[in-house]
């Protein structure tokens, strides 16, 4: 079984109206539904609200794969609760960052760059294109699909250099954006999935599902053997 955490600060859904009639019982739980279809995970969840005990640090060790959705609440979160995601994914953890969840406390740290965009909010149409065919996380995915209504990002996405740019999105204003982005940092694969608004019913859709599961097998770090670290003895 893969142990998988879903973090979602939980906030929007229940401040805002249009957003609380899109996910009534928030993101975390449309997003548990979508990964509910893969029988081989353990699923918990965790908000803002409790975070020192939902993402403690007896939940975040027994975590195979982290997801994490944060947009108003970023700077809320505890600092020691980021520093034990960042030295989790160190140590092995897989991590999988969703739409606003680029400016979050951990994802900031682990790229160490700004990692802002530019951004307009008027419910365009994205198409999300396929462009490593071979990656896992691309397995049963088609060439590109559409999102009818989304929040529209635009490069520069100031990241540091993907290890594989696994989608590449685009929008009627020409905007182009890197949505699928790999990376590794110590022993933890990161995946970085652009789509993902609060206003819309992203995480409805089957493709999106199919890319959230692949995603989480593929950053699932499984028996790898711990290296020793500092001074040594010859043997
Ligand atoms: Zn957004």
Do not use: Q
């Not at 279809?37 to 409790?50: G, H, P, S």
């Not at 700004?114 to 462009?131: A, I, P, Q, T, Y």
């Not at 770090?221 to 040594?232: D, I, K, Q």
């Amino acid at each position: 079984m893969i142990n998988v955490t879903i973090y979602n600060e939980f906030i929007h859904e229940r401040n805002d109206e249009a957003v609380k009639a899109v996910y009534p019982n928030g993101i975390h739980e449309a997003i548990k539904e979508l990964l509910s279809e893969d029988k081989n995970f353990n699923i918990r969840t965790a908000v803002l609200e409790d975070i020192n005990e939902s993402l403690s640090d007896e939940v975040l060790d027994s975590t195979d794969v982290l997801f994490w959705w944060g947009h108003l609440g970023h700077d809320k979160v505890p600092d020691d609760r980021v520093n034990k995601v960042c030295e989790r994914v160190l140590a092995g953890m897989g991590l999988i960052v969703l739409h606003s969840g680029h400016y979050s406390k951990p994802f900031r740290k682990l790229m160490a760059t700004c990692c802002r965009s530019k951004w307009r909010e008027d419910g365009d149409r994205e198409r999300v294109w396929l462009v490593e065919h071979y990656h896992p996380i691309a397995k049963g995915i088609p060439e590109f699909f559409d999102i009818p209504h989304e929040e529209t990002y635009g490069e520069r996405f100031d990241i540091p250099k993907p290890d594989d740019v696994v989608f590449i999105s685009n929008f009627s204003g020409g905007e182009v954006f890197r949505s699928g982005v790999t990376f590794t940092r110590g022993l933890g694969k990161i995946f970085y999935f652009r789509p993902g608004h609060e206003e819309y019913p992203i995480y409805y859709m089957e493709v999106v599902g199919k890319i959230l599961r692949n995603a989480a097998n593929w950053c699932y770090n499984e028996g790898f053997t711990a290296p020793t670290f500092g001074h040594y003895e010859k043997r």
